[in-house]
């Protein structure tokens, strides 16, 4: 069994924890299913036994840390939340006293039996506390990888990865992000079949792609505050083989040019053009996930003129190529 250690702190982000731990719990059923033995022995801790209350009010019971291991622990993983980070708030006041600046003491003094490190979201200001990080690469929430980054000089931050993994210490992004790396953690420890299995379970990405800063034309519409940007999508969706000039554009929405385009950016902080690339993009992902049709054939079903321009589509927003993406995050 490898046990998977959780360190939670008052004011916990509870989706930091849960995210995760369900990824592991859900791996060991589908291990039990496939007539293999459970891997995971999972556990949520704190510096002193008890309930610790999350950011949310929700409560997790929690085991007291051992002020020394007795046996090697085979990863720890640190949540975030505003126990450690808030905006407009130091972060090293926030982990200078309490809970978190002691669980970052007991990683630096535990790591030597720990076989894997990770944080998600803010919880990468604590473990970056602890030295671990020094001379690696780490990513964190976006709204803190500049923090991060100013607090922490010799931690290279990348501020658009879901996770990253340097040597046994892995770092997410933004929350959700933690489900990502549990499952990259998951296809690490007992192959893909497994991580693909929980993902189709729990109804995620296997691979989500993109970065954390990923558009998608559904984000867009949430963010903006009129209908007719989803109307427009929606619209745009159906003529990704002809040309989507802003004229175009304007002219189905009853509007002059820059009129559109003043207004396009207002609602949803992204150009027309912009937009119309990323819609194309992320209808050429479905297809390429099919595995029904060549990538000549994408292209110029989604409108990009060519496979080579639609190749450094890819590479610029995804930073893989359309056979890289096939071959990472499709399930066939």
Known sequence: MRAIWFLVFEDFQLLDVSGPLQVFATANDE?????????????????EGGAVRSS????????????????????VVLPGGPGVWQPGRPTGAAI?????????????????????LASVCTGAFVLARTGLLDGGTAVTHWAACDQLAAQFPAVAVQDDAIYLRHGRVWTSAGVTAGIDMALGMVEA????????????????????????????SALLEQSAGDARVAQLHQWIATQ????????RMAERLAMTPRTFARFYVAQTGSTPAHAVERIRLEQAC???EAHQLSNKAIAQRCGFG???????????????????????????
């Not at 990704?240 to 004229?247: D, F, G, I, Q």
Request: net charge positive; glycine share 6%.
């Open 286 to 288: 479905r297809l390429v």
């Open 189 to 216: 420890d007992v192959g893909r079949d497994v991580a693909m299995a929980v993902a189709k379970k729990l109804v995620v990405f296997y691979k989500r792609p993109g970065g954390q800063s990923q558009f998608s």
């Open 31 to 47: 291990l039990r299913l496939a007539g293999r033995e459970p891997l995971y022995e999972t556990r949520v801790c704190a510096m």
């Open 96 to 116: 200078e006293a309490g809970a978190a600046a002691a669980l970052a003491g007991w990683t630096r003094r535990a790591a030597p039996r720990i076989d894997r």
């Open 306 to 332: 060519s496979e080579e321009v639609m190749r450094r589509v890819f590479l610029r927003n995804l930073h893989v190529s359309p056979t890289g993406y096939r071959e990472r995050f499709s399930a066939a």
């Open 240 to 247: 990704l083989r002809t040309p989507l000039s802003v004229a």
């Open 56 to 75: 949310s009010g929700v409560e997790l019971l929690a085991r007291a840390l051992p002020k020394r291991l007795a046996r090697a622990v085979h990863t």
